[in-house]
């Protein structure tokens, strides 16, 4: 059983960044690729970014590509999302999850964390 907990959401400016954290516990997180999802009011979740368990591989959905990165710190049991140059068409609930292999699809992972609200206002 792995436990996830998000934070570093907030409310920002467009133009602004933020950096979400997603802390882990229980089984070995290192063992685990992790990924970013999030969704916005009305609409489904989606896709955002995963990172493999080793951080040596990322993927990142078109939009936010270039804007977003990425990492994790296993010593930490922790992922990270930094989000830069940040669009209010980013408003959205953000969750972490972990999954044997990254993927961009949302059934893949076993775990998730109840998220954190991400406001850009324009």
């Known amino acids: 059983q792995v436990q996830l907990v998000e934070s570093g959401g907030g409310l920002v400016q467009a133009g602004g960044s933020l950096r979400l954290s997603c802390t882990a516990s229980g089984r070995t997180f290192s063992s685990y690729a992790m990924g970013w999802f999030r969704q916005a009011p009305g609409k489904e979740r989606e896709f955002v970014a995963a990172?493999?368990?080793?951080?040596?591989?990322?993927y990142y959905a078109d939009s936010v590509k270039g804007r977003f990165t990425i990492s994790r710190d296993n010593a930490k049991n922790t992922v990270y999302l930094q989000m830069n140059s940040l669009k209010p068409e980013d408003t959205a609930v953000y969750c972490c999850?972990?999954?044997?292999?990254?993927?961009?699809?949302?059934?893949?992972?076993?775990?998730w964390g109840q998220g954190t609200q991400v406001t850009v206002s324009s």
């Open positions: 990172i493999s368990w080793s951080g040596g591989s990322t």
């Open positions: 999850a972990a999954a044997w292999e990254a993927t961009e699809r949302g059934d893949g992972y076993d775990y």
